[in-house]
């Protein structure tokens, strides 16, 4: 819109010139170009407006992350995934456009930097998919407090942090029910604190 104005301004003192010379078609040329950019100005700040203002609203559907004691545990017995959709229905209904799905990094990858468990994985497949029945987008959602193994995690350890979001990223990426990643749940007591988050979110975004 800044742009736009002083474009109106640099163009209207190029007016006043072709008035005085009688350029009337000229004139009439320049004052249509000044409105469409004018139009165009108007529509990026409501777009821009939009965007700000768009709310979106959601649930966190507690249970992947349960039984954490008890790993790898019992589904449904020890813990709990939304997989059918008819559990989505409810907040499809009421309006919502999210839902925030737990679950735990030792139920997906038994051994640091081990390969998926494919049956873990496939379970969260299958909660993708109950959204996607219902139009609803899932945040899957680290929940380990910073830990692995109850072992707070150290900088030492962002390459593992790494490994396990780089092969979920690449299993999940382009599923259209994925409207992101949670790296960690409330990382918290961790050696080096706020210093070490940093490094291993960055090297999981990385």
Request: aromatic share 12%.
């Given at each position: 819109?800044?742009?736009?104005?002083?474009?109106?301004?640099?163009?209207?003192?190029?007016f006043?010139?072709f008035?005085?010379?009688?350029?009337?078609?000229?004139?009439?040329?320049l004052?249509l170009?000044?409105?469409?950019?004018?139009?165009?100005?108007?529509?990026?700040?409501?777009?821009?407006?939009a965007?700000?203002?768009?709310?979106?609203?959601?649930?966190?559907?507690?249970?992947?992350?349960?039984?954490?004691?008890?790993?790898?545990?019992?589904?449904?017995?020890d813990?709990?995934?939304?997989t059918?959709?008819?559990?989505?229905?409810?907040?499809?209904?009421?309006?919502?456009?999210?839902?925030?799905?737990?679950?735990?990094?030792?139920?997906?990858?038994?051994?640091?930097?081990?390969?998926?468990?494919?049956?873990?994985?496939?379970?969260?497949?299958?909660?993708?998919d109950?959204?996607?029945?219902?139009?609803?987008?899932?945040?899957?959602?680290?929940?380990?407090?910073?830990r692995?193994?109850?072992?707070?995690?150290?900088?030492?350890?962002?390459?593992?942090?790494?490994?396990v979001?780089?092969?979920?990223?690449?299993?999940?990426?382009?599923?259209?029910?994925?409207?992101?990643?949670?790296?960690?749940?409330?990382?918290?007591?961790?050696?080096?604190?706020?210093?070490?988050?940093?490094?291993?979110?960055?090297?999981?975004?990385?």
């Amino acid at each position: 819109l800044v742009y736009t104005t002083f474009i109106i301004v640099c163009l209207m003192k190029y007016f006043k010139n072709f008035i005085i010379e009688r350029q009337q078609g000229v004139f009439f040329a320049l004052l249509l170009l000044v409105v469409v950019c004018f139009g165009i100005g108007i529509s990026h700040l409501v777009s821009s407006q939009a965007l700000v203002t768009q709310k979106l609203y959601g649930v966190n559907r507690s249970g992947g992350e349960f039984g954490a004691d008890k790993l790898p545990g019992v589904l449904d017995t020890d813990y709990t995934y939304p997989t059918n959709s008819e559990g989505f229905k409810p907040y499809a209904a009421a309006g919502m456009t999210l839902v925030r799905v737990p679950f735990l990094w030792e139920r997906v990858q038994a051994e640091k930097n081990g390969v998926l468990i494919a049956t873990e994985v496939d379970k969260l497949a299958a909660v993708l998919d109950a959204a996607a029945a219902n139009k609803l987008q899932v945040i899957l959602d680290l929940h380990n407090y910073g830990r692995y193994y109850n072992t707070p995690l150290a900088e030492s350890v962002a390459t593992m942090f790494a490994d396990v979001w780089s092969k979920l990223a690449l299993r999940f990426g382009n599923h259209p029910a994925l409207y992101g990643f949670e790296l960690m749940n409330e990382p918290h007591d961790m050696p080096g604190e706020g210093k070490a988050w940093n490094k291993l979110a960055q090297a999981a975004a990385d």
